[in-house]
């Protein structure tokens, strides 16, 4: 993983477009974190009732696990999961080969609207970040 300077310019600017893109659009948390579990961006309706270092290590272990099950079948990796619980659900989406975007949304978001949404910002997040 290359070595980030985070500035709060850079921060400002991501959290801005998960604000505008996903808050707004419904989804009641998101978190930027990098592949080791480092929270970047923590925005949303939701924050403060999350654990969110809790939430950050088990979304890095996660991928981390499952791109090795991706491999063991022959793929090169698995750039998202999602979980479907009664009242909540959670994805999980690789930015680029470092980030880890986590949205936590209910029954009143599709699924579709968050993966295209997630879609639209990854590359402006990646170039953020790499600048």
Do not use: W
Not at 101 to 120: A, M, N, P, Y
Request: negative net charge; charged residues 20%.
């Amino acid at each position: 993983m290359p070595d980030y300077i985070l500035t709060s310019e850079i921060l400002n600017k991501a959290s801005d477009i998960l604000v505008n893109s996903l808050i707004n659009a419904g989804v009641r948390t998101v978190l930027l974190i990098d592949s080791a579990g480092n929270i970047l961006v923590n925005c949303g309706q939701e924050s403060e009732d999350v654990d969110s270092i809790s939430l950050a290590a088990l979304a890095a272990a996660n991928l981390g696990a499952t791109s090795q099950m991706a491999k063991l079948i022959g793929e090169d990796d698995f750039s998202l999961l999602f979980h479907k619980g009664k009242t909540g659900n959670i994805n999980f989406g690789r930015i680029g080969n470092d980030l880890i975007l986590v949205t936590i949304f209910g029954e009143e978001v599709s699924l579709g609207l968050v993966r295209c949404r997630i879609t639209d910002i990854s590359e402006s997040i990646r170039k953020i970040f790499e600048g």
